[in-house]
């Protein structure tokens, strides 16, 4: 099976280009971003306390969570439920990356998306793919930017999806994010040293690409 872990923080371009990537590939992509959404979306919806280790193990002991692709397009499910649209806002991210850092939740998740790759050619975007999920696969990029120019990407998707937000509240959401994402104890957001680090600060869509397509036809 060809595996491809491609980690990053948010607004790094590791979405846009693992859903080119693997476009381009003919190969499946995997947002386990949205997996961790997902979850901390059905969080937010019952109520439970995301900071209380036992509610969040109840939760997840009560809920049915799936993931499919519906015309290539991969959806996520809460109890049958399309949530998809319901998971991209600023207190979805926020209730993500907390409800991340419960080892549960990992484990969880992390098992389905070793089940994914195990059993399909698929691109996979997160934050320890290549550190935890798949830590021997061979093909491994760590996508990064300037923080200014991150807040600035992920403005403009919320302004584009109709969330008005300041773009220093923006980047102060993401600062503390990131800080709180890279200092979790369990697989926190980190370059496997074996990754090829690309900063997309200066590039466009198509160089990154590009730079990444020519590393993997190269191992
Ligand atoms: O990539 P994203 O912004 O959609 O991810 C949302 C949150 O999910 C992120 O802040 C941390 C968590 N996450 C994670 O812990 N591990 C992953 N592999 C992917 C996301």
Do not use: W
Request: aromatic content about 6%; glycine content about 6%.
């Amino acid at each position: 099976m060809i595996n491809i872990a491609i980690d990053g923080p948010s607004g790094s371009g590791k979405s846009t280009l693992a859903k080119n990537l693997a476009k381009k590939l003919g190969i499946y992509y995997l947002d386990t971003g949205a997996m961790y959404r997902a979850v901390g979306y059905a969080a937010l919806r019952a109520g439970t306390d995301i900071g209380d280790a036992a509610q969040v193990e109840k939760l997840l002991g009560q809920i049915d969570f799936r993931i499919d692709y519906i015309n290539g397009e991969q959806l996520v499910f809460i109890d049958g439920e399309n949530v998809t649209p319901y998971i991209r806002t600023p207190e979805v991210s926020k209730a993500a990356s907390d409800i991340s850092a419960h080892p549960c939740v990992r484990i969880k998740l992390v098992s389905m998306q070793r089940e994914v790759a195990k059993n399909y050619d698929v691109v996979l975007d997160g934050r320890d793919i290549g550190t935890y999920v798949l830590p021997k696969t061979p093909y491994k990029f760590f996508v990064t930017a300037d923080i200014e120019e991150r807040a600035r990407r992920r403005h403009f998707e919320l302004i584009s999806s109709g969330i008005e937000k300041d773009c220093e509240d923006v980047l102060a959401e993401m600062q503390s994010r990131d800080d709180a994402d890279s200092n979790r104890s369990l697989a926190p957001l980190k370059k496997a040293d074996d990754a090829m680090l690309i900063d997309t600060t200066y590039m466009s869509i198509e160089e990154v690409i590009d730079a990444v397509s020519s590393k993997i036809m190269m191992e």
